[in-house]
Structure formats: C-alpha cells, structure tokens
C-alpha cells in the first residue's frame, strides 16, 4: 500500500505512450540511379547457386519425391470466443459516490494498517499479510486509474484480511498469556518469561503480561522460600515455616502453592495454640483462679466457637466466680459510694443485679448512688454558671437544692464544699446591692421588676444582682429605654434615664 490518499494524485496526468518501432522507407522500383554496381564476386556466387540447384535436382530431389507424404497436422476445431463483459457506464453521479465510498475505506484502512503496524504484524503474518498489501496496493492503483468500483472491492477485501489478522494477534496474545501462566505453574520462568515477552511486542500495555513477567522474575527466589517452608514443615518447626511461606506470597501472592502450605501451617499452629489455652484454664479452674479460668476459657471458645470442652470450661468458671462476683461488687461499689465517685458505684450495682436482679443491697444501693448522683450534677451546674441565679425561678431552685442538700446523711467532703460553694453564690443573688439613677426631674421613669419611681433627678435603690430594663417617658418627647445589670463585687456606674427627643 502507498500509504497515500489517492487524492494526492488527482492533479497528475497519467499518459501511456504508445511504442512504435522505426520502419525504413520504401524505395521506388525505377530508381536507377541509386542501384549498386554488380562486382565479379557476385557474378562467381550466382554461378555456384546454380551448380548446387542442379545437383539437388538430380540427386537427392527424384529420392525425396519417393517417400510418403507425412500425415496432415490436425485441424483444431474453432472455439467460440466468449464476448468481454461490457463495462458499465456509470454517471458522475455514480462515480462520485463510489471515490466517496473508497475514499471513507481507505481512512478505515489506514487506522487498520496503524493498528496492525504497532503489533508488527508484518513479522509474523506470513502469507496473509502479504495479501493484505497486495489489495490494498491494487486498492490505490485503482483508484488512481479511476476504477472506483475496482477500487472499492480492493480496499473491502484488504480490510477483511487485516481484521482476520487482529483476530489472529488476539489469539496469539490469548495462547501466550495461558502458555505463560502455565510455565509459571510448573515453575518454568525462562519459558514464562519468553510467552509474556510475546505479548507485550504485541501489546506493549498488556496489565496481564507485564505483571505475568514480574512473577516470573521473582519465581526463583518464591521456590527457593517455599523449599525452605517446607522443609522446615518437615522438622516440626511450624512458626518458621509459615514465616517462610509468608516470604513467598509477599514476592508473588498469586503463588498458590505458597498460599495452600500457610493455611495448612496456620491451622496446625492454631490448634496447638487451642490445645494450651485450654490446659492452661483447666488449671486454673482447679486453683480455683475462677476469674482467670474464665478469661482463657473465653480466648479458647473465641478461636473456636463451637468447642464443647471451652463452652462448659466457661461455664464452670462463670458458675464459680458468680458469687465471689457478687460479693466484689458490693465492696466495690460501697467504697465508691464512701469516695462519692457516684457513676462507678452505679456501675457496680447494676453488674450485681445483672448477676441476680432480687439482691436487696444492690437494689437499694443502685437507687441511693443515682439519687445523690442527680443532686451533685444539678448543684454542679449552677455553680459552673452562677448568672443562671439572676433569674428569680433558678435562684429559688438553688434554694430548694441546698436545703435538700443539707439533710444528706454522711456527707462526704465534695458534698460539703459543694454545699458551701452554691450557698454562697445563693447569697449573692439574693443580698441587694445599691444602685444610683439619674434624670432631669421632667422624665418619668418606671423599672421593670420595680415598678414607677416618677419624676427625679438622683434616686438611689437597692436591688438584687439581676438584669433590669429601666424606661423613660415625656410628654412630647420619645420614650428611651436603659437596659443595665446589677453585679455583686462589680462597681455599678449611674444609670441615666432621660428623654431628650422631641416628637
């Protein structure tokens, strides 16, 4: 193929000049000036020409007259000449859409020949490819001979071949990449190596032969670690022969025989391991150790769900400790109960109860600890926000929760220094403080929470930490409105309330 549109040749006249050999002229026959002169030589050949005729005729033409006549030459019968099929004449029409048409094939061709290009598919097309050039060369002659339908059939024809050879490079990639995994298998990396190889020279970016050929690199050394896992499988030593497989499958995962040997390895290793773990809370169970026979019980069973010697070991140890679990926890939660560490005893009673939900201890210790839990956080939070108390209905709470506070029965030391805190953060709120308000003796001054001061210029008032809304009014003026807060320890500045807007 030229590897050309035939468009580039549209503009070349192609001329076929006819070869004629050169004939020499006639000469007239009564051109006598021009005839030669007859030399004695010539006169002496004519006489031995007639010497020579007259013996033939006398000696050997009478002996060849005598013989048969050969047999005549057969005649061969006619053969009917077949008419040439007349070429069709076809309209511009017609041969426009037939160049369209060989034109689109050639574009397809020519990403078709790229294609088969990059997979070099001229080294190992052999035959095929060979005809694929040929119709695609007598595709472009055609074309530019201007047989646009000759033209069409060729490049057709060419386009099959060439995808009849993209299917043969896919087969050819498909044999090598099984060819390849199966040298692998056998533990062939020189031929692996040698099947991928192919199949990158025809696919470059072929995932599958590229990781292909770096397990095969590391075949050598993956045998060599699993050599060593076995024999040290042999030997009993299972810890270093799973840590050798473990080698193996980190240089090639997809190794399965290394994969099959470490779960062979691992499951031994793991019922070795069961095996100890129940000697060893067997024992304690006889040490009568039930807490800790219980915990290696739970590790055996948790390797092994359905083991019926760790399920009743459990058991046993579980029906054992029960009561020392009881007795446990109401020491504990006693001692948490004397240190106020209220959320821990909580805890204690409820494992009591969950052990046997009727004792009486746990029942009335669970609802003493979550009593006095309520009542520190509740004094808590108001300590941690004392400004909550500057509103009268929280104050009043504060109230009620030192009272109750105060008749607890064997208070510890963080009750008491609760007690102390919120009492005197109680008496701040509730302890007025002396306040100055300032006008000019014509507005008319009313505080909310207070009620109506009138006309004045200074008064002085006493009132209790809180936030306060003082208003002023007069007639023909607008009313303003003060906002001011009343703080214990905090120097309290005159409020001024005065209407100075006229209407």
């Given at each position: 193929?030229?590897?050309?549109s035939?468009?580039?040749?549209?503009?070349?006249?192609?001329?076929?000049?006819p070869?004629?050999?050169?004939?020499?002229?006639?000469?007239?026959?009564d051109?006598?000036s021009?005839?030669?002169?007859?030399?004695?030589?010539?006169?002496?050949?004519?006489?031995?020409?007639?010497?020579?005729?007259?013996?033939?005729?006398?000696?050997w033409l009478?002996?060849?007259i005598e013989?048969?006549?050969?047999?005549?030459?057969?005649?061969?019968?006619?053969?009917?000449?077949?008419?040439?099929?007349?070429?069709?004449?076809?309209?511009?029409?017609?041969?426009?859409r037939?160049?369209?048409?060989?034109?689109?094939?050639?574009?397809?061709?020519l990403?078709?020949r790229?294609?088969l290009?990059?997979?070099?598919?001229?080294?190992w097309?052999?035959?095929?490819w060979?005809?694929y050039t040929?119709?695609?060369?007598?595709?472009d002659?055609?074309?530019?001979?201007?047989?646009?339908?000759?033209?069409?059939?060729q490049?057709?024809?060419?386009?099959?071949?060439?995808?009849?050879?993209l299917?043969?490079?896919?087969?050819?990639?498909?044999?090598?990449?099984?060819?390849?995994?199966?040298?692998?298998?056998s533990?062939?990396?020189a031929?692996?190596?040698?099947?991928y190889?192919?199949?990158?020279?025809?696919?470059?970016?072929?995932?599958?032969?590229?990781r292909?050929?770096?397990?095969?690199?590391?075949?050598?050394?993956?045998l060599?670690a699993?050599?060593?896992g076995?024999?040290?499988?042999?030997?009993?030593d299972?810890?270093?022969?799973?840590a050798?497989y473990r080698?193996?499958?980190?240089?090639?995962?997809?190794?399965?025989?290394?994969?099959t040997?470490?779960?062979?390895?691992?499951?031994r290793?793991?019922?070795?391991?069961?095996?100890?773990?129940?000697?060893?809370?067997?024992?304690?169970?006889?040490?009568?150790?039930?807490p800790?026979?219980?915990?290696?019980?739970?590790?055996a069973?948790?390797?092994?769900?359905?083991?019926?010697?760790?399920?009743d070991?459990?058991?046993?140890?579980?029906?054992g400790?029960?009561l020392?679990?009881?007795?446990?926890a109401?020491?504990?939660?006693?001692?948490?109960?004397r240190?106020e560490?209220?959320?821990?005893?909580?805890?204690?009673?409820?494992e009591?109860?969950?052990a046997?939900?009727?004792?009486?201890?746990?029942?009335?210790?669970?609802e003493?600890?979550?009593?006095?839990?309520?009542?520190?956080a509740?004094?808590?939070?108001?300590?941690?926000?004392?400004?909550?108390?500057?509103?009268?209905?929280?104050?009043?709470?504060g109230?009620?929760?030192?009272?109750?506070a105060?008749?607890?029965?064997?208070?510890?030391?963080?009750?008491?220094?609760?007690?102390?805190?919120?009492?005197?953060?109680v008496?701040?709120?509730?302890?007025?403080?002396?306040?100055?308000?300032?006008?000019?003796?014509?507005?008319e001054?009313?505080v909310?929470?207070?009620?109506?001061l009138?006309?004045?210029?200074?008064?002085e008032?006493?009132?209790?930490?809180g936030d306060?809304?003082?208003?002023?009014?007069?007639?023909?003026?607008?009313?303003?409105?003060?906002?001011?807060?009343?703080?214990?320890?905090?120097?309290?500045?005159p409020?001024?309330?005065?209407?100075?807007?006229?209407?």
């Open positions: 193929m030229t590897g050309k035939p468009q580039d040749f549209d503009d070349r006249d192609q001329t076929i000049v070869v004629r050999l050169p004939v020499a002229p006639k000469r007239a026959a051109d006598s021009v005839r030669p002169r007859r030399s004695p030589l010539f006169a002496l050949s004519i006489g031995a020409v007639a010497v020579v005729a007259v013996v033939f005729a006398f000696v009478p002996a060849w013989r048969p006549p050969p047999p005549p030459l057969p005649v061969p019968e006619p053969v009917a000449e077949t008419p040439a099929e007349p070429v069709p004449v076809r309209s511009e029409e017609e041969m426009a037939l160049r369209e048409q060989a034109e689109s094939l050639l574009a397809t061709l990403e078709q790229q294609a290009d990059a997979l070099s598919a001229g080294s097309g052999d035959v095929t060979s005809s040929t119709a695609a060369r007598l595709a002659d055609a074309y530019l001979a201007t047989d646009f339908a000759e033209s069409v059939r490049y057709e024809s060419a386009l099959e071949i060439g995808e009849a050879l299917l043969r490079s896919r087969s050819i990639v498909g044999e090598a990449l099984a060819a390849g995994a199966a040298a692998i298998e533990g062939d990396a031929l692996a190596d040698e099947q190889a192919i199949v990158l020279s025809l696919e470059p970016d072929n995932t599958a032969a590229k292909g050929r770096e397990r095969a690199a590391s075949l050598p050394q993956v060599e699993v050599s060593r076995d024999a040290a499988d042999q030997a009993g299972l810890e270093t022969a799973a050798a080698e193996a499958l980190t240089l090639d995962a997809e190794w399965r025989p290394a994969r040997a470490l779960d062979s390895v691992t499951a290793i793991a019922a070795a391991r069961f095996e100890t773990l129940l000697d060893q809370a067997y024992a304690e169970l006889a040490a009568d150790r039930n800790e026979a219980a915990a290696i019980f739970a590790q069973l948790a390797m092994r769900p359905d083991s019926s010697a760790a399920r070991g459990l058991a046993q140890a579980e029906q400790s029960l020392d679990a009881v007795a446990m109401e020491v504990r939660a006693r001692a948490f109960e240190t560490r209220w959320d821990q005893a909580i805890a204690r009673y409820r009591a109860l969950a046997d939900p009727t004792l009486t201890f746990a029942i009335e210790g669970l003493r600890s979550q009593a006095r839990a309520d009542l520190a509740k004094m808590q939070a108001l300590i941690d926000a004392p400004r909550r108390l500057l509103v009268d209905e929280v104050l009043e709470d109230r009620r929760l030192l009272d109750q105060r008749t607890v029965a064997e208070p510890g030391p963080r009750h008491l220094e609760q007690i102390e805190q919120l009492g005197r953060i008496v701040l709120a509730s302890t007025p403080i002396p306040i100055t308000l300032a006008s000019d003796g014509q507005t001054v009313t909310y929470r207070v009620g109506a009138g006309a004045f210029t200074v008064k008032l006493a009132l209790r930490p306060y809304i003082a208003v002023g009014q007069r007639r023909g003026f607008r009313d303003v409105r003060e906002n001011f807060s009343v703080l214990p320890g905090v120097a309290n500045e409020v001024q309330v005065v209407c100075t807007e006229p209407i």
